[in-house]
């Protein structure tokens, strides 16, 4: 039987502190760079209320993980050079850690941020569609805005590209980097605190979505994340088969979701896009064998 090993977590200014060697990774086989959003930190407020995909996650080997996520952090400034430094100085320079392997949780908030542009903005500047522009009857794909859509692709593209240069730039060349699909997620009225979310839910209203086809259309916009994602790493593996980026597809993940009328937890959600403890470990299942592949 595989043996399960949780991680230890390693304070970044711990591993700059120590020149890059603090004594917890004389204790474990593999060390492991972090990246990423409230689903690899904080999902609900107080923290402590829920968890996060990270600590729910076991592995083959026992490995420590260096984190540098932070909640609502979108992926296009998971490598800002003002306010990630700490995570540039140790992917890419000469402070930067040779990893194993380095975990991306991103693009959701990307996601979410441009779902929430409202009907009264130019087209290619939102997500949604109006209802003069879907027509009627529509299907989950009809509520998106091809123009706005486009304007996210193009967008996600160049900060992608320019994740994998930055770690491409320095000792982490090729090192594997494993980024993730998100759940279909139920629009609803739960907050992660006061003034804090919902998105989706104001956003369907925003736009006039009948509720019957509020998971249709959230599923439709997951759905295309996920396969940019699919599309990005099939790009660069063309021009470098040894690329070694890997995606983790959540959506098949058995996870219950929310009731839409509900504003707490309801079934493996937290709130409206955060999973419950149970949520994570569920999701952090499907992390196993990718990870344990690359780490071997």
Known sequence: MAANHRLTFVDPLRVLGSAGHPEEFDLVERILLAQGDSWFSIGAIPPGLTSNLLAQMELTRSAAAVNCARPGIQLSHMSDTSSQKTFRKLLAGNFAVKWHAILFSGGGNDLIDAATVGPNQPAHLRLLATQAERGTPATG???VSDPGWQTFETHMT???DNLVTLRDSGINRQVPMVFHT????????AQVAPGKGPWLEPAMRAFAVPPADWLAVSAALMDRLAELFERLIAAHRLVDPACELHLVDSRPVPLVLGDK?????????????????????????AWRAPVDQVLQ
Not at 182 to 189: E, G, L, T, V, W
């Open 141 to 143: 794909d009809d509520y």
């Open 158 to 160: 160049t900060v992608f």
């Open 182 to 189: 998100y759940a279909h997620i139920m629009p609803r009225p």
């Open 261 to 285: 009328v509900d504003t707490g937890p309801s079934g493996d959600f937290f709130n409206e896009i955060h999973p419950t403890r149970g949520g994570y470990t569920k999701l952090a299942s």
